[in-house]
């Protein structure tokens, strides 16, 4: 698949998933710009992929807009932006959820996809170009003790700006071993079954990779052409399989 000379635009690039996109768009030609707040490991793999990295909180709606700008000024254009910037909580109840908690969770998650697509629209209608959404297969299933991350990915599986040439799609992953992942496993009381675990939840046995997941947005971007609105499950069949849900 090639993607040359066009302008991508990925949120939170510089690990986990975006880093996959990154990585997967330079590949295949296109000039990549990322952000992410952490400015020393974004600058790092800049310099690796000779892509351009920009520090940005996408929770400050101030920031994302210089982040459109910056790349417009860059490159004159934008094809495709990848909203990826987000964070799953540690799993626990309602009750000891917060709601200043599930405040900046929804400012992080869904508001600045919000901003981000608002910002770039302008631009990508000109293209003709196209949006991907990151999403989570969790939030068209569910999680147990995700109530306040769920309804942040399901409220982002959206379509519209069809009548101006732009498709927008999402991808929701199952478990695809990122630092987030890492992160889980090393807090776990048992770190050797909690990875385990999270292995055995795919009917593949494993979990999938950041690279599967950004060689698909690729697909979405060059080759799937006549697809718009649809949410794209990455998941290793996790979804699948008819058992037992309850504790008893």
């Known amino acids: 698949m090639r993607y040359t000379d066009k302008v991508v635009l990925i949120t939170g690039g510089s690990k986990g998933i975006g880093k996959g996109c990154v990585q997967s768009f330079v590949a295949a030609g296109a000039n990549v ?79 600045s996809i919000f901003a981000a697509c608002k910002f770039s629209l302008p631009h ?57 992942w890492q992160e889980a496993i090393d807090a776990a009381s048992d770190p050797e079954q909690c990875r385990a675990d999270g292995e055995a939840a795919q009917l593949l046995g494993r979990m999938g990779t950041i690279e599967e997941v950004g060689k698909l947005c690729l697909f979405i971007a060059a080759e799937a052409t006549f697809t718009t609105g649809v949410d794209h499950i990455i998941s290793g069949g996790a979804e699948l399989g008819y058992g037992r849900k309850t504790r008893q």
């Open 124 to 180: 990508l209608r000109q293209t003709k170009g196209n949006i991907i959404n990151l999403s989570s297969l969790v939030g068209i299933i569910g999680q147990l003790h995700a109530t306040a991350y769920v309804p942040t990915k399901g409220a982002i599986i959206a379509i519209d700006e069809a009548e101006h040439g732009v498709r927008v799609n999402s991808v929701s992953p199952g478990n695809v071993y990122t630092p987030l």
């Open 33 to 111: 710009v990322f952000c992410a707040r952490n400015a020393a490991e974004g600058e790092s793999l800049a310099r690796e992929l000779h892509a351009t990295f920009v520090q940005c909180d996408v929770s400050d709606t101030e920031q994302l807009r210089s982040l459109v700008d910056t790349t417009i000024e860059k490159h004159g254009r934008l094809d495709c932006l990848i909203n990826n910037a987000g964070w799953h909580p540690p799993h626990k109840p309602i009750d000891d959820f917060s709601i200043e908690e599930f405040r900046d969770l929804l400012e992080l998650n869904l508001v």
